[in-house]
Nanobody
């Protein structure tokens, strides 16, 4: 069983930055592909970013490319989402997710992730 504990988030003005963290329990975190998703009010959950177990592959939604950076520290069992140049349309509840295995294919699909964090609110004011 894997548990994911998120931190970070909050209220920020447009153009500002925030960093989300997600700490995973379990000794095999380093073998998991990880992702970040978000859900805005009235909308479906959408893919934001993903990172392979070795961090040699990262992928982003077009809407955040160039502004967000996903990274991981396997020694700390932690994955991060650095969010810069935030826009009001980035307002959402953000979730980290773990695949529970190394496979990185179809990283966009939320149903390929077995474990989820509790979610954290990010609000960007204009």
């Amino acid at each position: 069983q894997v548990q994911l504990a998120q931190s970070g988030g909050g209220l920020v003005q447009a153009g500002g930055s925030l960093r989300l963290s997600c700490v995973a329990s379990g000794r095999t975190f380093s073998s998991y592909a990880m992702g970040w998703f978000r859900q805005a009010p009235g909308k479906d959950r959408e893919f934001v970013a993903a990172i392979s177990w070795s961090a040699d592959s990262t992928n982003y939604a077009d809407s955040v490319k160039g502004r967000f950076t996903i990274s991981r520290d396997n020694a700390k069992n932690t994955v991060y989402l650095q969010m810069n140049s935030l826009k009001p349309e980035d307002t959402a509840v953000y979730y980290c997710a773990a695949r529970g295995f190394p496979d990185y294919t179809d990283y966009l699909n939320q149903y390929n992730y077995n474990y989820w964090g509790q979610g954290t609110q990010v609000t960007v004011s204009s």
